[in-house]
């Protein structure tokens, strides 16, 4: 990476509404991308911290809340190259963390599922049958969903 910018405020704390601090490759591109609020990884209309590959797409959005890893509405991801999603991971105040599904998912690369672990509060468990079948309807009614939409 050859260029880096930050934006400070009082106490030297990194603090910005946009990016505070941006790393770029060589070729010009953004590498890393950082948002903080008094000197802590924070943002909430989308991801605290983005990186990108060489060719700029995206390879990985990580969402924090004052400082701490953690979204409400979905999974931080990380992707191939191609942009297929690789990993996706549900995080509660710093914790990997979902109630109603494996909270971390690994993908192949053709977008099939690779593996899951059930976590919650960052302790991986076996999901009962129960919670199975219903993450299982879950993921049969959205497909159903989309293919009634024409996705």
Partial sequence: MSKKIEYRKEKNE???TVPAAVSYYENGLKALEFYYVGGKLHRE?????ISY??????????YYIK???HRDDGP???YYPDGTVMTETYY???????????AIIYYQP????????????DEEYTPSQEQLDSYSNRLNSASTIDTSMGG
Wanted: charged share 35%; hydrophobic share 20%; no cysteine.
């Fill in 76 to 78: 931080m991801s990380t």
């Fill in 53 to 62: 590959y060489e060719d700029g797409s995206v390879l990985s959005e990580t």
């Fill in 67 to 69: 400082g701490k890893k």
């Fill in 92 to 102: 509660t105040e710093g914790k990997a963390h979902r109630d109603d599904g494996p």
């Fill in 110 to 121: 053709d977008g099939s599922v690779k593996s899951e672990k059930w976590v919650d509060h």
């Fill in 45 to 49: 209309d989308g991801p605290a911290a």
């Fill in 14 to 16: 990194l603090h910005k």
